[in-house]
């Protein structure tokens, strides 16, 4: 057996809602996602449902390659979403989203992706995943879910 140690960047940012938690929390889906996200469409959806709930397994493809994601936890009373995706030889990254109230209509999502690297194209990807590259994508779903929001009022 061998054992290393992982190569893992872990980055975490707070977004700002024009909603309530209940508003927003429902849109953290891989099928409602695609109401907000221009050009977000899941290969394939396996959901008991039809939307997002534990062990939900979607797969996405983009220039790393085929991704499986999996619905590891799904709290609407504590508005708690965490996944896990696998992108097979690259990465597995964990994925953490916490809703809470932060005002009349508003919530504070907190954010946070940590990959760890299966090979060396993971490693490579892990260097490469900066803080800036983080920042950038969180402001661009931070802004675009609330377009959507302010479009539904």
């Known amino acids: 057996m061998q054992i290393i140690k992982p190569v893992r960047v872990e980055h975490t940012y ?21 109401e907000w996200v221009e050009g ?41 979403l965490e996944m896990v995706k696998v992108t097979p030889g690259m990465t597995v990254a964990r994925i953490e989203i916490r809703l809470k109230e932060s005002g ?5 999502a907190t954010v946070t992706y940590r990959y760890t690297a299966l090979a060396e194209q993971g490693i490579q990807f892990v260097h490469e995943y900066t803080e800036e590259l983080f920042v950038h994508f969180m402001e661009y779903w931070e802004k675009t879910l609330n377009e959507f ?4 009022a």
């Open 14 to 34: 707070n977004q700002r809602f024009c909603a309530k938690p209940e508003e927003v929390f429902p849109l953290l889906c891989p099928v409602r996602e695609s």
């Open 40 to 80: 977000w469409d899941p290969l394939v959806v396996f959901s008991e449902s039809g939307y997002a709930e534990p062990d939900c397994v979607f797969v996405t493809e983009d220039q790393a390659g085929q991704s499986v994601w999996v619905i590891t936890v799904r709290d609407p009373s504590r508005f708690l």
């Open 104 to 108: 009349a209509d508003e919530t504070e």
């Open 149 to 152: 929001l302010l479009s539904r």
